[in-house]
């Protein structure tokens, strides 16, 4: 093979290869739950899947408030078991070409010179819209107590960091706690779906201002990852079920009123 033919297969080769890598697909399974009347005319919740397919690049996930510590030992306790696979998850998405927000609130001065944390403050500035209506009907579960299932009583700002397990590319990621920079980042990137995960469900994952509430109130294609995140919630509160299924039933909520529920492992898989 002569030199121009050897460039020119090398050439088709990398434009190839970066066309596919721009291309890149999340085939994901979406959940969510809408009243309807069953076969006999009675009202019942049923659960609706459907395939999905997400462009990675029109993609970000937001990790929400995955602190190194929290003041209720449960929720600490949770956390790091759930750390080493949503970094697994991260990773992976990551590869595929999916932006990553990091989002542990209030431990700015941590990351006051980490380069991911300049390139939130950077990003030009957006101006968001306006929220939409939405209907928000109250949680299942009462965490007016805190909602440690450990006994400590609330609270003090245990947290400094993001839990140290889930790593941070400097030269990809973003680090904010605020709305307004992340909007603008999400903009900047051109990011149409936001997939959030981290804790706790019923609390800052929906509150946040760059949480589900929020987004979904701005029009973002927004789900969560049901199998990485948790509830604050003590049995001993009303509806008095497992603090397990005081999570299930928030995430039940979230897909009849919010936004459809994903599971990690199509992050970990789905792409093609």
Not at 92 to 114: L, N, Q, W
Request: net charge positive; glycine share 6%; hydrophobic share 40%.
């Amino acid at each position: 093979m002569n030199p121009r033919t050897a460039l020119g297969a090398i050439s088709i080769f990398v434009a190839v290869a970066t066309c596919c890598a721009a291309a890149a697909e999340l085939q994901i399974t979406q959940r969510t739950q809408v009243l309807k009347p069953d076969a006999t005319g009675h009202n019942q919740w049923q659960v609706i899947s459907s395939q999905k397919s997400l462009r990675a690049e029109d993609t970000a996930i937001i990790i929400c408030d995955m602190w190194d510590k929290h003041w209720s030992r449960g929720a600490s306790e949770r956390v790091a078991v759930m750390a080493p696979r949503m970094n697994a998850v991260v990773k992976a998405a990551r590869a595929k070409g999916v932006t990553i927000i990091h989002c542990p609130s209030e431990t700015m001065a941590f990351y006051k010179d980490h380069a991911a944390r300049k390139r939130m403050i950077e990003a030009p500035q957006t101006e968001m819209p306006k929220e939409r209506a939405h209907d928000d009907p109250p949680q299942p579960i009462d965490a007016s107590d805190g909602g440690s299932d450990t006994g400590e009583a609330p609270w003090f700002r245990a947290w400094t960091r993001q839990h140290p397990a889930i790593e941070i590319d400097g030269q990809k990621d973003g680090i904010s706690d605020d709305g307004q920079e992340v909007w603008n980042f999400v903009k900047q990137k051109n990011v149409k779906n936001l997939i959030v995960m981290g804790v706790h469900t019923n609390m800052c994952v929906l509150h946040r201002p760059f949480a589900i509430k929020t987004m979904v109130r701005r029009g973002m294609n927004v789900f969560l990852v049901r199998d990485l995140t948790d509830a604050m919630y003590n049995p001993a509160r009303p509806p008095y079920v497992s603090h397990a299924e005081g999570t299930r039933l928030v995430i039940e909520y979230i897909e009849k009123f919010w936004c459809p529920t994903i599971t990690s492992e199509a992050l970990l898989k789905g792409g093609s």
